[in-house]
C-alpha cells in the first residue's frame, strides 16, 4: 500500500441489505401468529406494490426466476420458437428461455449503458421469433419506445427484466409492463428485498388469472385461509402448476421494504453521484454512462470497466481490491459465453463484440444504502492505491 492509503480493519462487501428493527418485529409478529406461509401480508405486500407502481395486476412469488419460468409458460414459449435477449443479465433471463425448449437469440449492448442495443434487434428477427426479453440493466431503463417499436411491426410480446428496477422510471412510467408482462427481484442484493422473492406485473386479467394457477398447483380459485374457519377445504386443479408462492415470512420484510424504497434509492443515488465525482480523475477505470433518454435511474449497481491503461486484469484488480477490505461483483459474465450456452451456441462465441469486451472488464463496487458518506472516499482511495502500485 502507498502513500496515504491506510486499510481499513473491517472488510466492505460490495452489497448488504439494509434491515432494520421493523422488518425484524414483522417477521417475529407472522412467527408468533401461527401464520407463515402465503397469507395476509403476502396479499398487503402485493396491493402495496400495485399501488407504488401502478400495475393492475401483480404476482409475488419465490423468485423472479420463478417469475421468467411460468411467465414463458403462460405466454405459450414452445420448442422451436426464438426469443431475443441480451448476453448481459443473470442467466435465468436466459436459462428459462431454454427450460422452456425454445432457442435464446441475442442483440449486443451498447458499450456506455450496457443496455441492449435496440439499433440491431430488427436485424435478429427471424419467422421464428416470438418475443423480446430486454433487460433494464443496473437501475436505468433500456429503450422501450424504441423495442416496443420493433415487438409491434413483428407482431412481438415484450417481457420486461426489470429485476434491477424497483422504482425506475422511463419517461415518467414505472418500468415493468410497457407491453405483455415484467418481473421485479427481491433477491438480497436489489433494490429491496423478502430474502428471496419476486413480482410478476401484467395489466392483462387472463393472463394474470393463468399465472395465478400456475404459481400455486394449478388451483384457479385459491384462498390463503382455505383450512382456516368457514374456508372450504376442497380444491380443484385446472392445469398442472408450480410451487412458487409467496410466504408472509417473506412479506413480513417486503411491506416495510417497499415503505422505505425511495429513500433507498435516493441513498443509492447520492452515493452513487460520489462515486462519480471522486472517479473522474482515475481515468482508468470507466464508469456506466447512462442513457439520454429521459428516465430514473435507481442505481442497482455502480459498475467500472477495468481498461488498457490500468494495466491490469478485472481479476487482478479485484483481488487487489479484496487485498484492501473491498468486496466487488461481477454483473455480469455474459451468458452466451457460459460453458453450457458456449457449448450448444458456439456460433455465438466471437458474435457479440462488445458484450464479450465488456464481460472480461466490468466490475460492480460497494453500493448499497447502510453505507456512510465516507465509504465512498475509500474504494476510490483503494482504487488509486491498486492502480498506484501498478505504475511504480
Ligand atoms: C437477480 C436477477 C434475476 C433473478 O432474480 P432471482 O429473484 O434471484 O430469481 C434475473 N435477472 C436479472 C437481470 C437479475 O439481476
Redesign the pocket.
Known amino acids: 500500500m502507498t502513500g496515504s492509503f491506510a486499510k481499513r480493519p473491517d472488510f466492505l462487501p460490495f452489497s448488504r441489505p439494509t434491515i432494520r428493527q421493523v422488518e425484524i418485529d414483522e417477521v417475529v409478529d407472522s412467527l408468533r401468529s401461527g401464520w407463515i406461509t402465503t397469507g395476509p401480508k403476502a396479499e398487503r405486500f402485493e396491493r402495496d406494490f400495485a399501488a407504488y407502481t401502478g400495475f393492475p395486476y401483480v404476482l409475488a412469488l419465490?423468485?423472479?426466476?420463478?417469475?421468467?419460468h411460468i411467465g414463458l409458460i403462460a405466454l405459450g414459449l414452445k420448442p422451436g420458437d426464438e426469443v431475443i435477449t441480451t448476453p448481459m443479465?443473470?442467466a435465468?433471463?436466459v436459462s428459462m428461455i431454454e427450460v422452456a425448449g425454445a432457442t435464446p437469440v441475442y442483440v449486443d449492448i451498447h458499450r456506455d449503458t450496457l443496455q441492449i442495443d435496440e439499433r440491431q434487434l430488427e436485424a435478429a428477427v427471424t419467422s421464428r421469433t416470438v418475443g423480446i426479453i430486454p433487460?433494464?440493466?443496473a437501475g436505468a431503463p433500456a429503450d422501450v419506445d424504441a423495442i416496443l417499436a420493433v415487438a409491434r411491426r413483428h407482431g412481438l410480446w415484450v417481457f420486461e427484466?426489470a429485476?434491477?428496477g424497483v422504482g425506475c422510471l422511463y419517461k415518467g412510467t414505472h418500468v415493468g409492463c410497457f407491453d405483455r408482462l415484467g418481473?421485479?427481484?427481491?433477491?438480497p442484493?436489489?433494490n429491496i428485498t423478502t430474502g428471496?422473492?419476486?413480482m410478476l406485473v401484467t395489466r392483462d386479467e387472463a393472463l394474470a388469472k393463468k399465472l395465478k394457477a400456475l404459481r400455486f398447483h394449478g388451483l384457479e380459485k385459491q384462498a390463503w385461509n382455505r383450512y382456516a374457519e368457514g374456508g372450504s377445504p376442497q380444491v380443484e386443479i385446472v392445469l398442472p402448476g408450480f410451487k412458487y408462492n409467496f410466504m408472509d415470512l417473506q412479506a413480513a420484510l417486503g411491506i416495510h421494504q417497499l415503505a422505505s424504497v425511495g429513500e433507498f434509492n435516493d441513498r443509492r443515488r447520492a452515493l452513487a453521484a460520489r462515486y462519480d465525482a471522486l472517479l473522474a480523475d482515475v481515468p482508468e477505470v470507466e464508469p456506466l454512462g447512462v442513457p439520454g433518454y429521459d428516465h430514473f435511474h435507481t442505481r442497482?449497481l455502480y459498475v467500472v470497466k477495468v481498461l488498457e491503461a490500468a494495466r491490469m486484469t478485472r481479476d487482478e484488480f479485484i483481488a487487489a481490491l479484496r487485498e484492501r477490505n473491498v468486496g466487488t461483483g461481477i454483473?455480469?459474465r455474459a451468458v452466451h459465453t457460459q460453458p453450457y450456452y458456449a457449448g450448444k451456441y458456439p456460433q455465438w462465441v466471437g458474435a457479440l463484440p462488445v458484450a464479450e469486451w465488456v464481460s472480461e472488464r466490468l466490475c460492480s463496487i460497494p453500493l448499497f444504502p447502510l453505507m456512510t458518506d465516507g465509504d465512498p472516499g475509500y474504494v476510490v482511495g483503494a482504487i488509486k492505491d491498486v492502480l498506484a502500485r501498478r505504475r511504480s
Open positions: 419465490s423468485s423472479a426466476t420463478a417469475g421468467q443479465t443473470w435465468s433471463t433487460v433494464h440493466y427484466d429485476a434491477h418481473v421485479f427481484s427481491f433477491h442484493i436489489k428471496e422473492g419476486g442497482h454483473h455480469f
